[in-house]
Structures are given as C-alpha cells and as structure tokens.
C-alpha cells in the first residue's frame, strides 16, 4: 500500500473541493437551494479533513483495516484459530445438552451436594411454581374413561380447569 504523502494529497484534496463547488453551482441553479446547499457541504470535506490532520487518521484506519482483511483470508493461522473456535462453541453447546439430559447440577469446589428441602404438600390441582400439583387416586378413579389416549388427555385437562373453576367459584 502506498504511504500518505502530504505533497500529493493537498493537490488532490484541493482539486476534489474545486469539482465539488462547481457541481454545486450547477445543482444550485437546476434543482434549487437545498441541493446547492447539500452540495457545498459535501465539497468542502476533503479540504476540512487535510486542513484538521484527520484524512491521515482516515488513511491509516483504511489501510489498517484492508491490510487486517488480506491477513484474514489468506492466513492459514488464522483459519486454524476460527476453526479451534466453532469447535470449542460446539463442545460449550453439546457439553450443556449433556448436562441437561442427566440433571446434573454445578458442583461448588470441595462440598458436596445437599439434599433438597422436602416440599409441603399441596391440595391436588393447586398450582404451584413448578405446576399444578399431582391428582390424587380419588380424583382419578372419579374421571370417567373415554376412549382414545388423545380424548383421555383433553378430558383430564378440562376436569383438572372445571375443577379450578369450581373451587374459586366459577360455573
């Protein structure tokens, strides 16, 4: 890449405000104040960012980011180093599935795992954080059989809601 040189810049910054002013003036005169305006803005901008230092920084952003991108794609290091990510982002995802499927809970370092409290026992069909509590054998028996696995699901289902219903007072 060509480094920054400021004798050359300067003739090109100037050169480019020029033609900028002149298509300005034309822009001005065809479709009104605004566009001129719009325009004269635009074509002071390369003679502001030599003027303030800024088109060095700009320059050394660009060349920086271009010279980052060709490193990227034609580095075999650095493919090495994206591939040892997916990887580790895939053993990260699989290791919480597995975790997941056997219930696994982190350990804390050096003490072993306690017992979970017992839970109070709640009325049958009361919702609690975890759900609604299990029916009890009296609730079930009294559910009438129906044919069906599907029909036996969605009669369970609106027996355990009419029975909600009626215990808050709703017919």
Not at 102 to 110: F, Q
């Amino acid at each position: 890449m060509p480094n920054f040189n400021d004798l050359t810049l300067l003739p090109f910054c100037v050169g480019l405000t020029l033609l900028g002013l002149i298509g300005s003036w034309f822009a001005w005169r065809r479709r009104g104040v605004a566009a001129g305006t719009r325009g004269v803005a635009w074509s002071l901008l390369p003679v502001s960012l030599y003027l303030t230092g800024l088109l060095e920084l700009v320059w050394d952003v660009v060349r920086s980011a271009v010279s980052w991108v060709t490193h990227l794609i034609f580095s075999p290091t650095v493919w090495a180093g994206v591939a040892l990510f997916g990887v580790s982002v895939v053993l990260y995802v699989v290791s919480g599935v597995a975790r997941s499927r056997r219930g696994d809970a982190p350990k804390a370092a050096g003490k072993p795992r306690e017992k979970a409290p017992n839970k109070p026992a709640t009325p049958a069909g009361e919702l609690t954080a975890t759900g609604p509590a299990p029916a009890s054998a009296a609730t079930a028996k009294a559910a009438k059989p129906q044919k069906g696995k599907a029909k036996q699901q969605d009669s369970s289902e609106f027996d355990e809601i009419e029975d909600i219903l009626k215990r808050h007072g709703i017919t």
